[in-house]
């Protein structure tokens, strides 16, 4: 009989293998164009051993979807700690989506498809967008919009960011984060010159990774 223990790793390596394969094809095609077939094929596993992971392929897409819900959150708040600033905030956090979309666009593909949602101000995921905002409002560090103006023009300028990111002829991510993030700040009403310092400053220390690639 095998050990709990082995049957526990050999299943999650299954789901890891069944979670990669359909990222890959979600990024690639919407959920409706991809078969069960074409997961297990990909993940190199039998097809019985999908259902003991998930009942359906749209149980996988949410799962995926969940995953990288969770990612994009950890990511805002992890380049955005220490600051307290709003303005500093949300252009690091788009920094930060410019970056994991240049690095990872696979992922960033299937959070388009996946999340359709993402646009949506009120979406679950906006949560530290909108607070971050709030406060920008509240302390007069953004002017000439309202809330609901200025989570919309937060949120449109970080997916056109990662969608331009992901893009077949992306424009450097450091000079796309800098000039986006810099765009966010005007549009939300930060003076041109601190505007332009803030966003050269995120860019910079979020994509510095790239000058050692």
Known sequence: MEAPARTDRRRAR??????????ALFAARSVDGVSI????????????SFY??????????????????????????????????????VARALCGFVRQ???????????????????????PMNA???ADVAAGLEAGRFKGLG???????????????VARAVGPESAKPTRLAREMAFALLRGLGVNPDEAQVIAARASTDILEWEKAR
């Open 14 to 23: 299954t789901r890891a293998a069944l979670l990669r394969a359909g990222q």
């Open 37 to 48: 077939d074409d997961i297990v094929a990909a993940a190199d596993v039998a097809k019985g």
């Open 52 to 89: 003991n992971h998930f009942p359906d392929k749209e149980a996988l897409a949410r799962a995926i979807g969940e995953e990288v819900r969770r990612a994009a959150e950890a990511l805002a708040a992890e380049v955005g700690a220490g600051f307290d600033d709003p303005a500093e905030r």
């Open 101 to 123: 979309a240049a690095a990872e666009p696979e992922r960033a593909r299937a959070m388009q498809r996946l999340f359709p949602a993402a646009a949506v101000p009120d979406a």
């Open 128 to 130: 530290g967008v909108r």
């Open 147 to 161: 809330q609901e103006a200025a989570v919309l023009t937060a949120v449109g300028l970080v997916q056109a960011a």
